[in-house]
């Protein structure tokens, strides 16, 4: 058993040496307080995603605020106000419910 865990121990640590060969590197793109968006571009094909991101950012925005003007001018054309109410009959239905 002391030689399983002294295994063990000998394995955690050799899993571990990539991670302290990296402890005296700088850090390029690491997190900050507040912040927002993508990570600053490098190559020239982050360059283009990151365009290609903020277009389709303007087509969703486009669409959305077409599809919320189309539901606003539907919802104030079906208004109470703006259908004029059921009309009723005169005449008396021609059978009548029996009753007492």
Do not use: C, H
Not at 32 to 54: C, K, S
């Amino acid at each position: 058993m002391n030689k399983l865990f002294s295994m063990s121990a000998a394995f955690g640590l050799l899993a571990a040496m990539p991670a302290w060969a990296q402890d005296n590197l700088e850090v390029i793109g690491k997190p900050v307080a507040g912040g927002i968006g993508f990570q600053p571009a490098v190559t020239e094909l982050a360059r283009e995603l990151q365009a290609l991101d903020a277009l389709i950012l303007v087509i969703i925005t486009l669409i959305s605020l077409f599809v919320v003007g189309l539901r606003l001018r539907l919802s104030s054309a079906t208004t109470a106000s703006a259908t004029p109410s059921p009309r009723r009959s005169p005449t008396t239905p021609r059978s009548r419910w029996p009753g007492p």
